[in-house]
């Protein structure tokens, strides 16, 4: 029927392959993060957004999850540094 120029089938064909997107940009900006101790003051900044009613509480979930994967990915980028000079000194 979308094919045939039906407009609602149409929509609804669009609908499915491009929903339409339920957030929306949050205008807050984190801190520079660059050290997973930055994360700390990036959480503290989210807290006193949501205190000052900046942000909502579900927008700053959003971003503390954020904040989780960003640690996560420092923290395993430093154990492998640090398994990759254990094994230097083990093989020297």
């Not at 205190?51 to 430093?78: C, H, K, M, Q």
């Amino acid at each position: 029927m979308a094919l045939a120029g039906d407009g609602v089938a149409l929509r609804l064909c669009l609908d499915r392959i491009a929903p339409a997107r339920k957030d929306r940009p949050v205008p807050f900006t984190l801190p520079t993060l660059e050290t997973a101790g930055d994360a700390k003051n990036a959480a503290a900044a989210i807290v006193r957004a949501v205190a000052d009613g900046d942000l909502t509480p579900s927008e700053a979930a959003e971003l503390s999850r954020v904040l989780d994967n960003f640690i996560r990915v420092v923290e395993a980028t430093e154990v492998q540094a640090r398994l990759e000079a254990l094994e230097r000194k083990a093989s020297q």
